[in-house]
């Protein structure tokens, strides 16, 4: 049971280049989410899903894009890299209950 | 909306000394409140949680109280170690099972 798997640790992107950012998890939760941690700020929701086929906004959504085809997978598009997107991103599940599983990160470095 | 307020660190203490990391929030109801962990290198980790006014949420030696009438929601710890250094987020719970997360506290616990 590896829990929530995140892929790449790190990368660096161009401004203007895409990238897809992969998260998966092995628990059968149906909730997965998509947070970015900017320095000194806490995690904030880019995206949210409550089960396959199903996605919805947060808080922070503009220049993402997410998929949830399966239960398991639930990647996050970047189309168009810009500076602002430099963050660490977290992706997260849950089950029926309120705790939710975080996955290692993904740092982005967008120059 | 919703907001959680925490102390800004980093926090540096010697072994064996008390740890107070402070958390307050606003929030319309009665959210549940949470402290998640997150070591280096890894991601978050839900250290306790405590989900009514008065409730006591503790594991590894660390406790916070949900405190009602201060809105606060306090972690300690009795002795530290230098295991526990980390980052620290307080969160809560509001509608829609969305986590609002503090800035995080870095804790530095020196020999």
């Known amino acids: 049971n590896a829990g929530v798997t995140q892929t790449p640790k790190f990368r660096i992107l161009k401004i203007g280049q895409s990238m897809t950012l992969q998260c998966t998890q092995d628990?059968?939760?149906?909730?997965m989410y998509w947070y970015r941690q900017d320095p000194g700020m806490g995690l904030k929701l880019i995206y949210y899903?409550?089960?396959?086929?199903?996605?919805d906004k947060g808080e922070v959504p503009n220049g993402y894009n997410v998929s949830r085809s399966t239960t398991e997978d639930f990647p996050l598009r970047l189309e168009l890299a810009a500076p602002s997107q430099t963050s660490v991103y977290f992706c997260?599940?849950?089950?029926?209950?309120?705790?939710?599983?975080f996955g290692p990160g993904t740092r982005l470095l967008v120059l | 909306g919703n907001s959680v307020t925490q102390m800004e660190g980093p926090v540096t203490l010697s072994e064996e000394a008390f740890l107070t990391i402070n958390c307050t929030y606003t929030?319309?109801?009665?959210?549940?409140l949470f402290w998640y962990v997150q070591y280096p290198g890894e991601g978050l980790q839900l250290l306790l949680k405590?989900?009514?006014?008065?409730d006591k949420g503790s594991n590894k030696g660390f406790e916070a109280t949900y405190r009602k009438e201060t809105t606060s929601f306090h972690l300690e710890k009795g002795s530290v170690q230098v295991s526990d250094s980390a980052v620290y987020f307080c969160?809560?719970?509001?509608?829609?099972?969305?986590?609002?997360f503090g800035g995080g506290t870095r804790l530095m616990v020196k020999p």
């Open positions: 997260a599940s849950r089950a029926g209950g309120e705790t939710q599983y």
């Open positions: 628990m059968n939760h149906n909730y």
């Open positions: 899903s409550v089960g396959a086929g199903i996605t």
């Open positions: 929030a319309t109801g009665y959210p549940s």
């Open positions: 405590a989900t009514k006014a008065d």
């Open positions: 969160a809560l719970l509001g509608a829609g099972n969305m986590l609002t």
